[in-house]
């Protein structure tokens, strides 16, 4: 009986639940969203202005030089070639596989100690004064496979890495 | 002298000849009708600084805005993906992927609404991107400014 009564009011209340919120009104704005991505290791803008797309690789931090081609290949022999004064390094890439093993990112750069010529122009480098105008690095990886080796001294045992950078 | 005497009746005459014999009053109404509404300022752009692979989250930047509405109407906000005509009231939170650096990233808002004081209310969008994405970029740094969906909408309902 009293479901019958409710019968009349039943789509009332159906179209009540299921209509329109009760908003009177609204606005709206548009909102942009700007992001800039950098490569592990480089030095990017780190902040809110966007930077537009470069045309060739650069150098990522002031003065070092970077090559990240052939990265995770085994194998590859990659060269890095820089003006003058820049220093050249491999470094992990955070999260690669490179970091973490034997000690995390390796850096090497050849000592100027026998040239006392250049010692006081090497003084002002901000890497120290065993880095020359004009480094090389290299980092060597042994292949597991031959077992022979550079050497079979303890120390010379193979190393096997993969590089990432 | 009785010529003067008469000139300042007559002047008297003149000055008083406002008074009114009697008055009566009545009242009237006011009818005001206040159509209540809000008005959003524009939204400051939310910028994300990125690293490929990161380890932590990266907050976004920006995102500011301000409401002003009639006093005491409350409000809510919402927002949308795309600028496309707003569909009131809008999603608490959205998320995208950038289709330029191929990097998602969710959209919140500081509040889920208010109450107008009248004045302006300030508010931000916020914005999350997760850590250990990896992004698309062939060179040492990007932006997305060539996304086709790096603008959204926020809209206020009332």
Known sequence: MRS?????????LMA????????????????????TLSQPGGGGSGGVTPV????????????????????????????????????VSIEAVPGQPFLGVHGGAFRYAMSID?????????????????TGWGTVTMLRLYDVQHAGGPGDFWADRPLELLVSF | MKRILTATAIAAAL???NAQAGSTSGTFNVSVTLTSSCTLSAVTAVDFAYTTLQAGASTATGGGFSVRCTNTLPYTFGLQSGNGAA???????????????????????????GTAD??????SVTGTMA????GTCAVASCTNGAATNKTHTLIVNY
């Open chain 1, 52 to 87: 537009p797309p470069q045309p060739s690789q650069p150098s990522q931090r002031a003065g070092v030089c970077y090559s990240r081609s052939l990265s995770e290949q085994t194998g590859a022999t990659v060269q890095v070639v820089c003006d003058s004064g820049q220093f």
């Open chain 1, 114 to 130: 026998r040239d006392r010529s250049l010692y006081e122009a090497a003084a002002k480098d901000p890497f120290g004064w065993r």
């Open chain 2, 15 to 17: 000055a008083a000849g």
């Open chain 1, 16 to 35: 009540l639940l299921a209509g329109a919120p009760s908003w009177a009104g609204s606005d709206a704005k548009n909102v942009t969203v700007g992001i």
């Open chain 2, 87 to 113: 569909t009131p009231p809008g999603a608490s939170t959205i998320s995208v992927t950038d289709n330029a650096v191929n990097l998602g990233y969710s959209l919140g808002l500081s509040a889920a609404g």
């Open chain 2, 118 to 123: 009248g004045t302006l209310q300030p508010y």
């Open chain 2, 131 to 134: 850590g250990g994405q990896v």
């Open chain 1, 4 to 12: 019958a009564s409710l019968a009349p009011v039943l789509p009332a």
